[in-house]
C-alpha cells in the first residue's frame, strides 16, 4: 500500500476504486492531474462519447460527465449554452448513464456523474445509485447539495461503492472545510474563487493560502477548478494542489468546432497541452535542489 493511500481516511481506502488508485498513481509521480469536464449530450450524446474518448486518449486522468439541466446556478454562459444544445438534443440522466456504460467497455478512465440534485432526486437515488455504478461511473458530484443534506443521498452512492465528492469554496469557514471533508470521498472538489464557472487569465492570489488551509482539514487530494484554463495554470498548480479541474475551456473546443470530429481533434489537443504542463513541471520541481517528490 503506498503512502498516500495510507494516509487517506479508512472510507476511502477501504474503497480503493479508480479514482483512489489514479490519484495515488499520480501522487507517486508528483504529477498535477488533469480533470476534464464534458457536459454529456452536447452537442449529441453520440458526440459526446467520441469527445470523451479523446480526452481519455490524451491523457485526462478524470472526466466528470455533466448532466444538463434546465436551470444550471453554478454555471457561467459557456456551460450554461452547453447544457441548452444538450436538453435540445433530447439528452436526459438515463442517456448520459447510457454514454457512460459504452464510455467504459472502451476506457478505465476515472468517470464522476457530475449533476444537480433535482435529476437524481427524480429517478430515486437508489435506482440512480444501482444504474451509476452498473454503468462504470466511479464518483458522483452534486453541485446543489450540501452535506448537511446529503445524509440519504450519499448512503445510496456509498453503498454501492461510488465515492460521494464535494465542494469547498473560498468562503468555506475551518470548522465547515472539516465538515465537507468528512463527507467527502475520492477527491475534495476546491473552488479556486467566489462566483460561477468561466475561464480566466490569472489565478486568484490569494489561492495558494487558501488550498493550505483546505490540507488541514483534509488528507483527500484537492482538485481545484473554477477559471482553470491554461497551460500556464497547470504550471501553478503543480506546486500546489493534486488536480487541475478544466471545464469551461474544454466545452468552448465543443462549441465551436464545426462538428464532432473537429470538436473531439480540438479537445484531445487542449488536453495534451495541460498534460504536457503538468508533466513538464515534475522535471522543473524534480530539478529543484532539495524538491519534495510529492506535490
Not at 476534464?36 to 486522468?61: F, K, W
Not at 477548478?225 to 474544454?250: E, K, N, Q, Y
Amino acid at each position: 500500500m503506498s503512502e498516500i493511500t495510507q494516509s487517506l481516511p479508512e472510507e476511502t481506502q477501504l474503497a480503493a476504486g479508480r479514482i483512489s488508485r489514479r490519484f495515488a498513481a499520480l501522487a507517486e509521480r508528483s504529477e498535477l492531474g488533469i480533470v476534464a469536464y464534458l457536459t454529456a449530450g452536447d452537442p449529441t450524446l453520440a458526440a459526446s462519447e467520441e469527445i470523451v474518448l479523446a480526452a481519455a486518449e490524451a491523457g485526462a486522468d478524470v472526466i466528470e460527465l455533466g448532466v444538463p439541466f434546465s436551470d444550471p446556478m453554478a454555471d457561467g454562459p459557456i456551460i450554461q449554452r452547453a447544457s441548452e444544445r444538450a436538453l435540445r438534443s433530447g439528452t436526459t440522466l438515463a442517456g448520459v448513464l447510457s454514454l457512460a456504460r459504452r464510455v467504459r467497455e472502451k476506457t478505465d478512465v476515472p468517470l464522476v456523474l457530475f449533476s444537480y440534485y433535482n435529476p437524481i432526486l427524480q429517478a430515486g437515488l437508489e435506482r440512480f445509485a444501482s444504474d451509476a455504478a452498473s454503468a462504470g461511473i466511479d464518483g458522483v458530484l452534486v453541485t446543489d447539495l450540501t452535506p448537511e443534506e446529503a445524509g440519504d443521498c450519499r448512503a445510496a452512492v456509498r453503498g454501492r461503492g461510488l465515492d460521494a465528492i464535494f465542494l469547498a469554496a473560498p468562503t468555506s469557514t475551518d470548522v465547515r472545510l472539516k465538515l465537507i471533508a468528512k463527507a467527502t470521498t475520492g477527491f475534495l472538489y476546491l473552488i479556486s474563487r467566489t462566483g460561477v464557472t468561466g475561464t480566466r487569465d490569472a489565478l486568484p492570489e490569494g489561492l495558494p493560502a487558501l488550498v493550505r488551509r483546505v490540507r488541514a482539514a483534509t488528507k483527500l487530494p484537492i482538485a481545484v477548478g473554477f477559471g482553470i484554463s491554461l497551460p500556464t495554470h497547470v504550471s501553478v498548480l503543480g506546486g500546489i494542489a493534486d488536480a487541475a479541474v478544466v471545464g469551461s475551456a474544454i466545452v468552448a473546443q465543443v462549441e465551436g468546432a464545426a462538428n464532432p470530429q473537429a470538436a473531439a481533434r480540438a479537445v484531445r489537443d487542449l488536453i495534451r497541452s495541460l498534460k504536457g504542463a503538468a508533466r513538464a513541471g515534475v522535471s522543473r520541481r524534480s530539478a529543484q535542489p532539495g524538491s519534495e517528490q510529492t506535490p
